[in-house]
């Protein structure tokens, strides 16, 4: 049985990569720290390495307890890992909320305006005149050299203390759910209480992401622990799938982010 069946194509190169970390620190003694990465990957990561490992082992970390975005590291078992070894600082800088409105996707593609790949870049938080962003340690010194605007703003960014960081618990709404299929367009149009044109609409317009990316394909089949953002409408996810109702439907548990 190939382990490629058990994940979508376009992430056969991320588990080619995990591998072959995985293969590196067995051989060499040697951890691996990876870039940020989503919930996604992070949990791809954790499957292919194994929770009952007894030779390696894989942590976790991007700031706090509660981000989204994380660094891994893949070490031999007997190593003890620090905070610090994930090479994560934390970027903060202050504008004057009452003349200016800013926002996530304002902070993020500005960052990303410089030509940094989105792995270097961990959660941002914004609000009551703060921005805060979590990136490498290596990609400091262009970040706070480069990033003095951001929608027109003059921003001035420096290094701040790691426990500084806002990102506190997320606040989900549970709620159980059926629909016919796993396709993209019948989950939101369930999860949004939209009509399956509205569903479809959004995923068209290229207004609807799933685990950070733009998908245009209606008949996209969501799996568990999928992120899905709908512009206008919020984040959610896919949580479980419960079985089948009595009527063949697909009994799942979604999660909105209040």
Known sequence: ????????????????QI???????????????????????????A????????DIQ?????????????????????????????EIVLLEAKYNDKFIKLEHRDVMGAFLSLGIDRKKLGDIYVADGIIQIVTSEDMTPFVLANLTSIKNANISFHLSQPEALQVEEPDWK?????VPSLRLDAVIKETYNLSRKDSA???????????????????????????????G??????????????????RITVAILK
């Open 47 to 54: 499957q292919i390495i194994g929770e009952n490992n007894n």
């Open 233 to 250: 409408k919020g984040r959610s996810k896919l949580m479980s799938v419960n079985g089948l109702s009595r009527k063949g439907k697909n």
């Open 58 to 86: 894989v942590q976790f970390f991007g700031g706090n307890d509660y981000t989204e975005r994380k660094k891994a590291i893949i070490a031999p078992y007997y190593e003890n890992l620090e905070h610090e070894d994930f």
């Open 19 to 45: 591998i072959s970390w995985k293969e590196q620190v067995e051989r060499n003694y040697l951890r691996r720290l990876s870039d940020f990465l989503n919930p996604r990957e992070q949990k791809i990561l």
């Open 174 to 178: 549970v709620l159980d759910r059926t």
């Open 1 to 16: 049985m190939s382990i490629y069946q058990h994940y979508r194509e376009d992430e056969h190169a991320f588990v080619d």
């Open 201 to 231: 609409l959004l995923i068209e317009q290229k207004k609807t992401q799933v685990n950070h990316k733009i998908v245009e394909d209606t008949a996209f089949s969501v799996e568990p622990d999928d992120l899905i953002s709908v512009r």
